[in-house]
């Protein structure tokens, strides 16, 4: 049997590096494995846990399938969705992993912890249940591996607990789901905190960004004098070099390393490069993102069709956890 992968990204604005790199570019990976069969989706669901405008969810639901289309995903090799077009079985799921769930385990995640200080006028039910959702997106596929950047390992933790005790508790057979990384998970904000995130204004690069963008993205990016001892340097430069080992290789990286500690980085010239860099890359994905924009009827037919391949899996668990819950 093939290993089954599901991932999904929060249609929350345009996609960005963080998300091309922790998740994308782990997908594309994956979809290429003959032994995997390959499942992605869109998490609209998931965005309703912060604050959200309708009309701004919509649109952004189909240019994330865009952004997955324009970057690599295969629609003929990977099945695509829009979880709330399978939202009677995901929500359901997560409903009955609440059952096996307490509330402090919820409240003591990371990320709860990060979105409440975000939103404090919204601490609501939908957030405190994001893990679950979560665990149900990859359990109504019976997943085994999951592409997303380190910083969703507590949930995957949670799934595998809520994997553990349905099988436990209802002689079920849900697998304990792994992350799968990516070599370049972890994309430091510009910003100089943190990683790049699209709710911190002057963190990220857009994937549609054009270069003058990028050039005045990177150009904000602090650093500081170019010279010192390795030992004392700053993140945000520490953030720069990442940048660079990301899109120019680690060999460009350490020449930068020794310049630091002789003659002095110059960050103009090493910004400017590597905003060509990055443009490069994103180039050829923006080129298939505009084209995508002028063909919405063969964008519905992908979502309809993914949709329809992903209901054929999703029935299938629900029936057999009803029946093992004592429904029906
Ligand atoms: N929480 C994920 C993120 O912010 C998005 C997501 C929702 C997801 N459901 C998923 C990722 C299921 C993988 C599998 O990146």
Known sequence: MKTRVLSGIRPTGMLHLGNYFGAVKGMIQLQDDPDRETLYMVADLHAITTPYDPRVLRADTRSVVMSYLAAG????KSTLFVQSDLAEYHA???????????????QHLPTYKDKIRQHPDNVTMALLNYPLLMAADILVYKA???????????????????????????????????RFATS??????????????????????????DLPTIQKSLARAPTDSGTGVSEDMPVSVKNLLQLVELFQG???????????TSSGIRYGDLKKE???????????????????????????QV????????????????????QAMGFG
Do not use: C, W
């Open 303 to 322: 979502i309809a069709q993914g949709a329809g391949k992903a209901r054929q899996i999703t029935q299938q668990t629900i029936d057999e956890t009803k």
């Open 73 to 76: 995903l295969n629609p003929e």
């Open 92 to 106: 359901q799921l997560s409903f009955y992993f609440s059952s096996v769930t307490s509330v402090a385990r919820m």
């Open 250 to 260: 680690s060999q460009r990286r350490q020449e930068y390393e020794v310049l630091y």
């Open 144 to 178: 085994g591996l999951v592409p997303v950047g380190l910083d969703q390992e507590p949930h995957i933790e949670v799934a595998r607990e809520i994997a553990r005790k349905m099988n436990a508790v209802y002689g079920l057979n849900f697998p304990e789901p792994e």
């Open 184 to 209: 370049g998970e972890y994309v430091p904000s510009l910003s100089g905190e943190g990683k790049m995130s699209k709710s911190v204004v002057g963190s990220y690069i857009s994937v549609l960004d």
């Open 274 to 300: 590597l905003a060509q860099a990055i443009y490069t890359e994103l180039e050829p994905i923006q080129q298939k993102y505009r084209e995508l924009e002028k063909s919405s009827e063969y964008v519905e």
